[in-house]
């Protein structure tokens, strides 16, 4: 059975932007600007925009 054509990855396009974070990048940033610290908790995190 063949892919089809739209599920193949075209090695020239260039990797897009991820619009979701996972936990351990959204803590890194915000230790960055100084919105969380060791022994908060980590559920409830704010929303963080990703860098691009």
């Known amino acids: 059975m063949t892919q089809h ?5 075209s090695g020239g396009r260039r990797k897009q ?3 979701v974070l996972k936990r351990s990048e959204r803590i890194k940033i915000l230790k960055e600007r100084g919105k969380w610290k060791e022994g908060d908790p980590i ?3 704010p929303k963080v925009k990703p860098e691009r």
Not at 5 to 9: D, E, G, I, V, Y
């Open 5 to 9: 054509s739209s599920l193949k990855s």
């Open 17 to 19: 932007h991820r619009t």
């Open 43 to 45: 559920s409830g995190l």
